[in-house]
């Protein structure tokens, strides 16, 4: 187990683990997240076999994404910073009944410790939290088997994003917290797609996650202007 290395903020850290007693609440401040994982989940479970499959789950929270893996039959590890997220993520298994390896540690600690360890790894709404995605990407690439796919979902830097996820969904509609999202961090495909060929990975998919907050629906396709999903191969 790991301190926060220094490609976190501690400020990221503690803004998200206040929010942890209500993770798991569809009605609290989570509930963008709740209703976008099923559409998360389909997007990977369209491209990778899970049944058996060694899954990582990087800036896993409090285990939405991680529990519907392992749901899918999935050996899954999951990793955060935040030790509330952590805390509550274990506690929630005992309501769920599900198995996941919580672990309070960064990827590039356990990229040290098991490079070529995994089938698929995800990591959504991530990226744009972090001061360094580049290397998040990176230590990624390290701990997948040759073969292996990583899972990338995160915001484009856009007037539109801008517009939808902070001005609509923090102040107009107060979805999220204010303060949930920085838009200077927000990541425009492009820039993902150079860090991705850069670590070595070759890009497999860059698609549009739609999400409509009156119908509480989250979809695959369309316009990545938004939020949006990308997946990647190791050679």
């Known amino acids: 187990m790991s301190a926060p290395a220094a490609n976190a903020s501690q ?11 209500r993770w798991w609440d569809p009605e609290g401040p989570q509930r963008p997240l709740h209703e976008l994982n099923p559409a998360r989940l389909g997007y990977v479970r369209d491209r990778t076999t899970l049944a058996g499959a060694r899954v ?8 939405l994404l991680s529990e519907a893996l392992a749901r899918e039959g999935a050996v899954v590890t999951a990793l955060d910073l935040a030790p509330e997220l952590i805390d509550v993520a274990r506690l929630h298994l005992l309501e769920s009944g599900l198995t996941v390896d919580y672990r309070l540690q960064s990827v590039e600690a356990l990229a040290a410790e098991a490079p070529g360890s995994f089938d698929a790894i995800t990591c959504m709404e991530m990226l744009e939290h972090v001061p360094d995605p580049a290397a998040i990407i ?30 609509g969904a923090e102040y107009i509609a107060r ?19 150079a860090w991705l060929r850069a670590a070595g990975l070759s890009i497999r998919d860059v698609s549009g996650l739609a999400y409509d907050p009156i119908r509480r629906k989250a979809w695959v396709g369309g316009p990545t202007a938004i939020n ?3 997946c990647a191969v190791k050679p």
């Open 138 to 167: 990176g230590a990624c690439r390290s701990l997948l088997r040759p073969g292996g796919q990583l899972f990338l979902s995160t915001l484009n830097r856009t007037p539109a994003a801008f517009a939808v996820a902070i001005v």
């Open 56 to 63: 990582l789950d990087v800036g896993c929270g409090a285990g």
């Open 11 to 21: 400020a990221e850290l503690d803004k998200f683990g206040a929010l942890a007693n």
């Open 175 to 193: 979805l999220l917290p204010r303060g949930t999202h920085d838009y200077k961090q927000f990541i425009r495909p492009s820039e993902l797609s």
């Open 228 to 230: 949006y999903l990308a």
